[in-house]
């Protein structure tokens, strides 16, 4: 396997993705945890040092240990990783200047050309003269370390492309894992077949690893799964049921805050076509009614999270002798960032989960998708059978419905609710649209207007429609509908579901607003 040593860039998981869309296993790591007695465990095939924001000239910068260039396997360092590449190795490093007084520092595109020297490295690249790269540092290498040539160059980077041929290090000043840098994938790949990966890593090997790691994990023993109906936990439960069968009990809660129909499809899909163990419990009444009278956005939360987690723990006590608890955990939870900033960051939103939850149980944990990245999740549950309409779907809260519906939380409004959102999905898939838009929903709004329908006065609540594009959810634009669409929905709103007389479309984008109401 391949290792990626962190030193805190930002764009560090990119790597890896490009990495695995070659079929290669990867792994990150913050530098403080790459230790000789690490690398010696680890044995990795190969290694890249990640950019990072820090300076080599500071004394104390963050480094690997001495024996990573005694390993014997192809090194590639980028942008600061190639900075500590050349000072470990006896080059050296300047700092630049940001602005004025003939400065080196450079941000954003540049073009490299080529030296006349060749390298296998470099197949695929420079067939058109130059490539564009994007540049993103202050540094500079001053002078090469020994053993380095330099393959490379654009006109503030004298040292774009560096390498040791020998002893197979690479050294480039720029990012090849951003999407600036369009070409970049071909140095992965040029990386990878040096080092003597041969691209075996694929779903369906990945399922049959996982599937012998959770038998020998868990052995004889009981496995409790909380599902709610996402990709992730559900993606989870059927690969665990794959491998140990009815040692695996799945616990459903129903908050009573779910869409319309959602709760008969999980248990129909699980229990019936999976023939998982499932426990459905319906604590409808429980939640709604510790959430009466509560309008406060941050209460609701606490509220639902907390009972969440006695309900799953009441449930799941009453499966005996269970060991383990299973999670859908990503690897990008996992991934431990480096951070240089310090500081607590504002909390926007206090986002429900489960967390906590093992140690007070006592469980130990399953984590089968701790390796992967959301889209592999998604390739994982097709190569599990999962049907595309359930992996595709968009993401859905933990407390639900209630962040959908400002104010005070009735059953009626849930009612009008749901079946208002249920006509705009309906509207969004036939016209193509689900697969374009992240997260689409209504929220019901606590006003009331006035309305005129036939010769009869209404006085109805509002809502309003929500669709954004987004990539990971931490920022979002609105969907940019048609008129048509818009008035298409708006009409089918009004006259399918009673109790709304007027339809609202959302254009904020995140930030400045969040993707939910609330
Ligand atoms: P916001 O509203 O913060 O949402 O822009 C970003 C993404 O997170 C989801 N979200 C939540 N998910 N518990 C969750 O499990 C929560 O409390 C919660 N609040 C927001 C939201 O649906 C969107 O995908």
Not at 101 to 123: C, K, N, S
Not at 242 to 251: M, P, W
Request: net charge negative; charged share 25%.
């Amino acid at each position: 396997q391949l290792l990626i040593i962190d030193f805190g860039s930002q764009v560090t998981q990119l790597i890896a993705r490009r990495l695995r869309e070659l079929n290669v296993y990867c792994e990150i790591h913050p530098f403080q945890n790459v230790t000789d007695d690490f690398l010696a465990e680890f044995r990795p095939k190969a290694v890249i040092f990640s950019g990072g924001p820090d300076s080599v000239t500071r004394q104390g910068s963050p480094r690997p240990p001495a024996s990573v260039y005694e390993l014997g396997v192809p090194i590639l360092g980028i942008c600061y990783g190639q900075q500590v590449m050349m000072q470990d190795l006896g080059g050296q490093v300047e700092g630049g200047k940001i602005s004025g007084g003939g400065g080196t520092a450079e941000f954003g595109r540049a073009y490299v050309t080529p030296t006349e020297q060749r390298l296998p490295f470099l197949d695929g690249w420079f067939d058109g003269g130059r490539e564009q790269v994007w540049m993103s540092h202050g540094d500079h290498v001053s002078r090469l370390a020994p053993g380095f040539e330099v393959f490379g160059t654009s006109p503030n980077a004298p040292f774009a492309i560096t390498a040791d041929p020998q002893r197979q290090f690479f050294a480039v000043q720029f990012h090849p894992e951003v999407h600036h840098t369009p070409n970049g994938k071909r140095l992965y790949e040029n990386f990878v077949k040096l080092a003597g990966f041969t691209g075996d890593w694929t779903m369906g090997a990945y399922r049959e690893e996982a599937i012998r790691k959770i038998r020998e994990q868990v052995g004889d023993k009981k496995v409790i799964c909380g599902l709610s109906g996402g990709v992730d936990s559900s993606v989870a439960a059927v690969l665990i049921h794959e491998a140990i069968g009815d040692q695996l009990t799945c616990v459903f809660v129903d908050h009573g805050l779910l869409r319309l129909g959602e709760a008969e499809e999980v248990v129909t899909m699980f229990r019936d076509h999976y023939n998982i163990r499932l426990i459905h419990a319906d604590e409808q009444e429980l939640f709604l009614s510790a959430l009466e009278g509560v309008s406060d956005p941050e209460v609701k939360r606490k509220t639902i999270g907390k009972l969440f987690i006695d309900v799953f723990q009441k449930h799941a006590n009453s499966i005996e002798g269970a060991e383990f608890l299973a999670q859908g955990t990503l690897y990008p939870d996992v991934i431990e960032s480096v951070s240089f900033s310090g500081g607590p960051s504002v909390t926007i939103k206090s986002h429900h989960n489960v967390g906590g939850l093992p140690e007070k149980m006592g469980l130990k944990l399953v984590e089968p998708l701790r390796e992967l990245f959301k889209d592999e999740v998604r390739a994982l549950g097709r190569e599990l059978g999962l049907p595309d309409s359930f992996i595709g779907r968009h993401p859905f809260p933990g407390p639900g419905l209630a962040i959908r519906c400002p104010g005070e939380i009735t059953r009626a409004k849930l009612d009008i609710l749901r079946k208002a959102d249920a006509v705009y999905i309906d509207q969004i898939r036939r016209h193509g649209l689900y697969d374009e838009i992240w997260q689409a929903f209504v929220a019901i709004l606590p006003v009331r207007t006035v309305g005129v329908m036939g010769d009869g006065r209404t006085y109805d609540y509002a809502c309003a429609l929500r669709a954004v594009t987004s990539v990971d959810g931490m920022t979002a634009d609105y969907y940019p509908f048609t008129h048509e669409f818009l008035g298409e929905t708006a009409t089918r709103i009004i006259n399918e579901v009673e109790g709304i007389n007027r339809v609202t479309y959302d254009i904020t984008s995140k930030p400045p607003g969040t993707i939910e109401w609330e």
